[in-house]
């Protein structure tokens, strides 16, 4: 279901074609545009699902060394 919600979100932040995709300092606000739309438990979601693969992958560097 949150996969869907998400598919949702980002065709609705490219439906208006004639918004700038950048700022005038080069700024994809596509991101930001979408991160947006999000509800905060979504933000979160997205953020926790990130923090999760930080771990797994500092976890993979240590395992080599």
């Known amino acids: ?3 869907q919600q998400t598919q949702k979100n980002k ?3 490219h439906k208006d ?3 700038s995709l950048y700022n005038s300092e080069g700024v ?3 991101l930001i545009r ?6 905060p ?5 997205h953020l ?5 693969s930080l771990i ?4 993979s560097i240590r395992a080599k060394n």
């Open 1 to 3: 279901m949150p996969e």
């Open 11 to 13: 065709e609705t932040v």
């Open 17 to 19: 074609q004639n918004e």
């Open 28 to 30: 994809d606000l596509t």
């Open 34 to 39: 979408w991160m947006l739309s999000l509800s």
């Open 41 to 45: 438990t979504e933000r979160l979601h």
């Open 48 to 52: 926790q699902s990130s923090v999760n």
């Open 56 to 59: 797994v992958l500092r976890g």
